[in-house]
Structure formats: structure tokens, C-alpha cells
Nanobody, 123 residues
């Protein structure tokens, strides 16, 4: 059973920063970050390949968020800078197998999910 555990969420003022962490299942998975705001559908935020060599970002966070991973620690990170109130959401990390679709932005391609961590950005 693959288990993912996010941490690092909290309350921050607009313009501030947070770093989310996710205890990942190991290097044999690509990892993604998604978020869901109240009343909205879950949306893609970022993804990182198993080696960390390639990253993908939603347009809304490009240039502000950075995904990284430390495979020695089995941990994936999402550094969030210049936070905006519209970034407020529950953030989830997710794991997908190395083989399969090249669409890293689709939640359907991720069979394993964490429980989520709340990020609240005040204006």
C-alpha cells in the first residue's frame, strides 16, 4: 500500500512563502501536486518526474512555485513564493507509475493520493 503524507501547510499573508513536503513512496514514481479550493474542482499545480529532471507547472503558478524532490529522503517539495489569496486551497501530493500517459496534469493518471494540507493566504 502506497501512503503519501503532506505537511507544511498553514496561514500566510499575501506575498509570503510556504514550502510543502510530501513523504513519497520512493524513486519509482513520478509525483504531482494538485489543489482544491472550496466549491471548485481539483486542479493541477505541478509535477516532477522520478529523477527530478523535468518539472511541469500550471500557468497560474509558473514562476512562483517550484517542485523538487530528494530521493535519498523519499521526499517531494513544493516551494510556493509570492502567494496570492487565490492560492488558498487544500493541496494534495499524488504519485503515478513511471509508465503510462505523458499527461502529468490529469489527476486520473495518479492512483495514489495524500490526505491533503490546507494552505490559506490572507489578503
Amino acid at each position: 500500500q502506497v501512503q503519501l503524507v503532506e505537511s507544511g501547510g498553514g496561514l500566510v499573508q499575501a506575498g509570503g512563502s510556504l514550502r510543502l513536503s510530501c513523504a513519497a513512496p520512493g524513486r519509482n514514481y513520478h509525483m504531482g501536486w494538485f489543489r482544491q479550493a472550496p466549491g471548485k474542482e481539483r486542479e493541477f499545480v505541478a509535477a516532477i518526474t522520478w529523477s527530478g529532471g523535468t518539472t511541469y507547472y500550471a500557468d497560474s503558478v509558473k514562476g512562483r512555485f517550484t517542485a523538487s524532490r530528494d530521493n535519498a529522503k523519499n521526499t517531494v517539495y513544493l516551494q510556493m513564493n509570492s502567494l496570492k489569496p487565490e492560492d488558498t486551497a487544500v493541496y494534495y501530493c499524488a504519485a503515478r507509475f513511471l509508465a503510462g500517459s505523458s499527461n502529468y496534469a490529469s489527476s486520473l493518471n495518479y492512483p495514489y493520493w495524500g490526505q491533503g494540507t490546507q494552505v490559506t493566504v490572507s489578503s
